[in-house]
Structure formats: C-alpha cells, structure tokens
C-alpha cells in the first residue's frame, strides 16, 4: 500500500514537473499560476498544495534534481583521485549540453546566487586549487574577492554559452574556463 502511494506521488510530481516546464517555454515562471499548471498538468489545487506552496518549488526542485546528477556524476571518479577544473566543467558542459531544455529554463530563471548556481559552480577546492597562488599573492581577502569573480564569471560564461547556443563543445568550455584561472592572473 505504501509503496502504491509514493508510486502516486512520484507520478504526481513528474507532471506537474512536465507541466511547469511547458509552460516555461511560452512565459516566466512569475507569470504561470497555481490553478494554469494544475489545469495544465491535469491535477486539482488540493493535490499541488499537498506538495508545493508556489511553482517556484517545483523549479527550486528540479533543479536540486540537475545538480543532484551532475554531483553523483563528479563522485564517479575514482577514490582519492578529484577532477581537474578543466575536467569538472566539461562534465558539467555536457551534462547541460546533454538536458539543454531544461537546463535554459533553470539558467534563465536563476541568478548566480541561486541554490542551483551555487550547487552548480561552487567546489572552492576545485578553484582554489587551479589557482595555487591566489593567497600568497593578493591575501586572504584579496583571494576571495578573485575566487568570487571567477566563480561568477565562470557561471556566466556557462549561461551564455547555454542560453545563446554558443558553438563550442563541453571541452572547449573546460578549456576556456580553466584556461582563464590557470593564466597569469593565477600564478
């Protein structure tokens, strides 16, 4: 019986997932209703409420889902081995490249300091270890200050290339991206 009611609430959540993202492609997520995604999705308002306040969480959740499968993807590495930087933004790259519909709506509608940007690009050790330097030569301070700039521009340099269909391949990107903290301004 128990296993027949999760089944029913997975089944719920996923169209109403469907349905959010449908309607995303014609309108923003602020404009898209409670009672347009029900009716769309084909659920009743007391049955979305037993799940979610807003369609905002629904969003909020599929994209803890995109970055829940691009973290087990970065665990696939062998055990006391890590990622290069160049190599954690290919996966990520082709992850996005791989699930690019959904991936522009939630780029679309989320901010470098979003909880999906931040799962997303976030990794200081990956950063901090393509740039060594970073703290003898700037300081504490100044480290963070460089570490936030290219964190930031890193997400935004993965959102133009996402949302503007950009023609370079997911290891182009890593290339690019580590290239740009593995340059002079990181020795």
């Known amino acids: 019986m128990e296993q027949r009611k999760n089944q029913r609430v997975t089944l719920t959540k996923r169209m109403l997932k469907d349905s959010l993202l449908k309607l ?13 995604l029900c009716q769309n999705a084909g659920i009743n308002r007391a049955t979305f409420y037993k799940h979610y306040t807003a369609p905002s969480e629904i969003l909020r959740e599929i994209g803890n889902e995109m970055a829940d499968d691009i973290e087990a993807l970065l665990m ?13 933004v290919e996966l990520v790259c082709g992850y996005l490249q791989k699930n ?8 679309q509608n989320n901010t470098p300091e979003s909880e999906f940007a931040v799962r997303l690009i976030r990794g200081q050790d990956q950063w901090e270890s393509a740039c060594t330097s970073l703290r003898a030569q700037y300081g504490e301070e100044g480290k963070d200050l460089l570490l936030t700039f ?3 521009g890193a997400y935004r340099m993965i ?4 949302l503007d269909d950009i023609k370079k391949t997911p290891r182009e990107m890593g ?3 580590s290239g740009i903290c593995i340059s002079d301004l990181c020795r």
């Open 24 to 36: 995303m492609e014609t309108k923003s997520i602020q404009k898209i209703s409670v009672s347009e």
């Open 76 to 88: 696939k590495k062998k055990p006391g081995s890590v990622f290069s930087l160049q190599e954690k």
């Open 100 to 107: 690019k519909q959904t991936a522009k709506l939630l780029f």
């Open 150 to 152: 290219l964190i930031h």
């Open 159 to 162: 959102t133009q290339w996402l």
């Open 175 to 177: 290339e690019l991206i």
